[in-house]
């Protein structure tokens, strides 16, 4: 399901298929990336890049990550569409461990943080590539748990925004201290029963990854207990 087509060959049909996360990762995942001094958004990249590592068998994993393209004050309250995704490279062995996986990527995550607005796409080897017309990629959503104004409150239920094409996309949503992991995908390229099995073995693989951050790469469980059986 994650062969990669050109543009032409394949129309573009977007669908969303939403896991949401056991209360118990929360708790987890709070305690360990306070361990590791890295950021909950890091940690699940990590475990994204790992599976889709485990599920092509390819040593080099590139993943556009989604960045806000708001981190200066002034951007903040600016109308339009600042968001931009860079491709994020990510090379992996048997021998890795996940913690040096996940110490890795949260370096490159933070410099691309620092330099995103300097991106150029046209000059990068693994953006200039007809091959990845329709990436895989990441994003990681923070939403506040309430507004207020005057008398006034109401919370953010749903919000989807669609800016550029893709093969498949892991959106981790936060919010009231849950997590939903929504699955977007192209359905012109993947079927639901795919993305639904798929979905299913990343929250196995963080649960993994969570319960042995120092376990090598390959030897992290992605396939549940129903799907054994």
């Given at each position: 399901p994650f062969s990669r087509h050109s543009n032409k060959q394949k129309p573009f049909h977007p669908d969303i298929f939403?896991?949401?996360?056991?209360?118990?990762?929360?708790?987890?995942?709070?305690?360990?990336?306070?361990?590791?001094?890295?950021?909950?958004?890091?940690?699940?990249?990590?475990?994204?890049?790992?599976?889709?590592?485990?599920?092509?068998?390819?040593?080099?994993?590139?993943?556009?990550?989604?960045?806000?393209?708001?981190?200066?004050?002034?951007?903040?309250?600016?109308l339009g569409l600042l968001a931009r995704s860079l491709p994020v490279h990510c090379h992996f062995q048997d021998n890795f461990k996940f913690k040096e996986i996940l110490l890795s990527i949260a370096s490159t995550l933070s410099s691309h943080e620092k330099w995103q607005e300097y991106f150029i796409c046209e000059e990068h080897e693994d953006y200039d590539n007809s091959s990845l017309s329709l990436p895989i990629s990441f994003e990681f959503s923070r939403w506040s748990n309430q507004f207020v104004?005057?008398?006034?409150?109401?919370?953010?239920?749903?919000?989807?925004v669609c800016f550029e094409r893709f093969q498949l996309k892991l959106n981790?949503?936060?919010?009231?201290?849950?997590?939903a992991t929504e699955f977007h995908y192209n359905s012109e390229i993947i079927s639901l029963e795919s993305i639904q099995y798929l979905a299913e073995q990343f929250q196995t693989l963080v649960t993994s990854a969570l319960n042995n951050p120092e376990a090598l790469v390959g030897e992290l469980t992605i396939m549940s207990d129903r799907q054994l059986q």
């Amino acid at each position: 399901p994650f062969s990669r087509h050109s543009n032409k060959q394949k129309p573009f049909h977007p669908d969303i298929f939403t896991l949401r996360l056991e209360s118990d990762l929360v708790a987890k995942l709070d305690k360990v990336t306070t361990l590791y001094k890295v950021t909950i958004a890091e940690f699940l990249f990590a475990c994204w890049q790992t599976l889709l590592w485990r599920m092509t068998g390819q040593s080099d994993i590139v993943v556009n990550t989604i960045y806000a393209g708001r981190k200066y004050d002034e951007l903040h309250e600016t109308l339009g569409l600042l968001a931009r995704s860079l491709p994020v490279h990510c090379h992996f062995q048997d021998n890795f461990k996940f913690k040096e996986i996940l110490l890795s990527i949260a370096s490159t995550l933070s410099s691309h943080e620092k330099w995103q607005e300097y991106f150029i796409c046209e000059e990068h080897e693994d953006y200039d590539n007809s091959s990845l017309s329709l990436p895989i990629s990441f994003e990681f959503s923070r939403w506040s748990n309430q507004f207020v104004s005057r008398e006034v409150s109401f919370s953010l239920e749903k919000q989807h925004v669609c800016f550029e094409r893709f093969q498949l996309k892991l959106n981790c949503v936060l919010q009231q201290g849950a997590f939903a992991t929504e699955f977007h995908y192209n359905s012109e390229i993947i079927s639901l029963e795919s993305i639904q099995y798929l979905a299913e073995q990343f929250q196995t693989l963080v649960t993994s990854a969570l319960n042995n951050p120092e376990a090598l790469v390959g030897e992290l469980t992605i396939m549940s207990d129903r799907q054994l059986q």
